[in-house]
């Protein structure tokens, strides 16, 4: 079934841990996206990707980094947790050959991060 | 860059009401779309309109490209339709980074 995973749904962590957010999709998709939400607020763009080794810096500025080496996967690493990191982060994808047309866009469940 | 104002920012319908949400923008855009927010944060996809008229069950919605609005129409509303309502756009500059409105807040009660 096309679908888009990430893991965990909710990770609660101390300052100063690295952290791996991953997503996945099974939708067909080229193009990669992380948004950023806080609590009762609108989404911001945080990263994307439009292919494999291709990723860009969103409209949000972001400590963490992502890596887009398969088409399928795209993670979000943080080295060092801090407590204003504590939000909800999105993951999307877009873009033929898959479920859509090449514009719409499709997101995951979401990771609810807490840093302590 | 492009601003996206919904309104209302909050709504209370009584089950069975019908009701409109509004989406401007600032700019000419070649995607917009509504999405559902559920209490768990899920993001639904409703509709793919960057311009015309589509419908799907008790759910409509209109984009008027040339006015720079969108409206979303809510019909015989449920319990279930609860939650956040996002526009979100992309314009010709940046048709995949998709710039969100505020949200309107639906609370239908039984």
């Known amino acids: 079934e096309a679908d888009i995973y990430q893991t965990p749904r909710y990770l609660v962590i101390g300052t100063g841990k690295k952290i791996t957010l991953e997503c996945s999709q099974t939708?067909?998709?080229?193009?990669m996206y992380w948004y950023q939400q806080d609590p009762g607020m609108e989404l911001h763009l945080i990263h994307y990707?439009?292919?494999?080794?291709?990723?860009e810096k969103g409209d949000l500025s972001s400590e963490s980094t992502v890596s887009r080496i398969r088409t399928e996967h795209f993670p979000l690493t943080l080295e060092s947790a801090r407590p204003s990191h504590t939000s909800q982060y999105l993951c999307?994808?877009?873009?033929?050959?898959?479920?859509?047309?090449?514009?719409?866009?499709?997101f995951g469940p979401g990771t609810r991060l807490t840093v302590l | 860059g492009i601003q996206v104002e919904q309104s209302p920012p909050d709504l209370i319908l009584q089950e069975g009401a019908n009701s409109t949400l509004r989406c401007n923008f600032s700019?000419?855009?070649?995607?917009l779309q509504w999405f559902h927010q559920n209490p768990w944060g899920q993001l639904i996809n409703l509709f793919y309109?960057?311009?015309g008229t589509k419908q799907n069950g008790r759910l409509s919605a209109t984009t008027v490209a040339t006015e720079r609005y969108s409206l979303l129409y809510i019909s015989s509303s449920q319990t279930t339709d609860s939650g956040v309502y996002f526009c979100?756009?992309?314009?010709?500059?940046?048709?995949?980074?998709?710039?969100f409105g505020t949200g309107t807040l639906l609370a239908v009660q039984p």
């Open positions: 999307a994808s877009s873009g033929h050959p898959g479920t859509g047309t090449d514009n719409e866009q499709f």
């Open positions: 939708m067909g998709h080229d193009k």
């Open positions: 990707s439009y292919g494999v080794n291709s990723t």
């Open positions: 700019d000419s855009v070649n995607n």
């Open positions: 309109i960057p311009s």
């Open positions: 979100a756009v992309g314009w010709s500059g940046a048709t995949n980074k998709l710039i």
